[in-house]
């Protein structure tokens, strides 16, 4: 009888010793993942508040585009009168005559700059389209880090009480794949799983 007891404190012991270290490496990994998405959380703020003012400046550059387009469309129709005027005008003298090829003239310079100026706009809000698509990027990465290692901290309190190492280290795979996309946030990498990022958005 007294082995018996005695097998069986062993085994509770030992139980004992197996709990505490899962729940120390909980309060751990707990502590760590936890201060990585505080840091994943602080940069994400920064992105967000960059992606606004980048598409603030595609807004205004495509805006700017438009009235410049509005601009070249009636100088356009400017020259067109101007030269349906001058075939249709009857005895025109060859002093009013160079006054319209003058006027015409001068009106194609003024489209031609605003061409030139439309490109140059278009370039620009290409280019902060651009940079508010890879800042997309990194939202949606900090997002999913955020939601898989928010998601691994609610494992580790279930496998605190039910001491189910199955579910401890689901919970790791769950916040270290967090970690993984946090840290390519941070270092620029262009990782995007579409359907992941469909499904938080």
Known sequence: MSEILEKIDISKEKSSMENAWLNNAIAVIVALSASFMAVF??????????????????????????AKSTKQSIIEN????????????????????????????????????????????????EAFQKE????????????????????GLSIFGITALTQKKVLFYFAIVLSSVGVFFGVAGFLGWSIHPEGLTKLLS
């Not at 006054?99 to 489209?111: M, R």
């Not at 990194?138 to 955020?146: I, K, R, T, Y």
Request: glycine share 0%.
């Open 41 to 66: 959380n602080i940069k994400d703020n920064n992105i967000v508040q960059s992606m606004s003012q980048a598409q603030a400046q595609v807004i205004d550059s495509w805006t700017y585009f438009q």
């Open 78 to 125: 400017q020259i067109s009168q101007l030269e349906m005027q001058m075939l249709t005008t009857a005895n025109l003298s060859p002093s009013s005559q160079q006054k319209f090829i003058a006027k015409i003239d001068e009106a194609k310079i003024k489209v031609d700059k605003y061409e030139k100026e439309k490109n140059e706009i278009k370039a620009q809000a």
């Open 132 to 151: 508010y698509d890879e800042l997309n990027t990194h939202d949606d990465q900090f997002d999913l880090a955020e939601a898989l290692i928010s998601l």
